[in-house]
């Protein structure tokens, strides 16, 4: 099983330039996540979605939007990215909400020059 | 939202010492309390939850505490391994989303 696909593993992005982070689900889960790394601040998020067709705002949305148009893919765009977007983005997915156990992908390093 | 605070931020224990890393909430509400082991590279991973209706969960070498009344829960690991190095991280519940602690690096030397 492949479990949560995210694509690409890394990526170098010139400031400015609009981006999508990819995110695919295989396990029919109805919520998914988006999280960024930094260090020393762990994982926090930016955008949720609890079923296909709904979303919300989590911790630090600024500078990012998101879309569930289906139950497995989950993308994130950042549509001017500045150089604090510079982290590594995990996205993961829950069969029933936060009550039940997230799955993470194997993140996506972003670099933003 | 829910506030998660872990500490500490680095744990560097002996092989087969025990270590313990501890972690406060702050939404009352919060039922679920998981811990997730990251290894180099990799994303985050399940080793152990809690719910609310209990107040410790074991799972061979590593258990759970949960004090719901003072918020806080730990995660004991005994007869630590090599293997266990990792980034350790604890999450709460809480509005209807999941909330990170800061992480935990933890190091067992041979």
């Known amino acids: 099983t492949a479990g949560i696909t995210q694509a690409p593993t890394s990526q170098i992005l010139a400031a400015g330039r609009s981006m999508t982070l990819r995110c695919t689900q295989d396990m029919r889960h109805n919520a998914m996540y988006w999280y960024r790394q930094d260090l020393g601040l762990g994982l926090r998020l930016i955008h949720y979605?609890?079923?296909?067709?709904?979303?919300g705002k989590g911790e630090v949305p600024d500078g990012y939007s998101v879309s569930r148009a289906n139950t497995d893919d989950f993308p994130l765009t950042l549509a001017s990215a500045v150089p604090s977007q510079t982290s590594v983005y995990f996205c993961a997915s829950s069969e029933e909400g936060p009550n039940t156990e997230a799955f993470f992908g194997q993140g996506t390093r972003l670099t933003v020059v | 939202g829910e506030n998660v605070e872990q500490h500490p931020s680095t744990l560097s224990v002996q092989e087969g010492d025990s270590a313990v890393i501890k972690c406060t909430y702050s939404?009352?509400?919060?039922?679920?309390f998981p811990w997730y082991k990251q290894e180099l590279g990799k994303g985050p991973q399940l080793i152990i939850d809690?719910?609310?209706?209990?107040g410790e969960k074991k799972d061979q070498r590593i258990a759970v505490t949960l004090n719901k009344t003072a918020k806080h829960f730990s995660l004991h690991i005994t007869e630590t391994q090599p293997e266990d190095s990792a980034v350790y991280f604890c999450?709460?519940?809480?509005?209807?989303?999941?909330?990170f602690g800061s992480g935990t690096k933890l190091n067992v030397k041979p």
């Open positions: 939404d009352s509400a919060s039922n679920y």
């Open positions: 999450a709460s519940e809480g509005f209807n989303k999941f909330y």
């Open positions: 979605s609890n079923t296909a067709g709904t979303t």
């Open positions: 809690i719910r609310s209706n209990v």
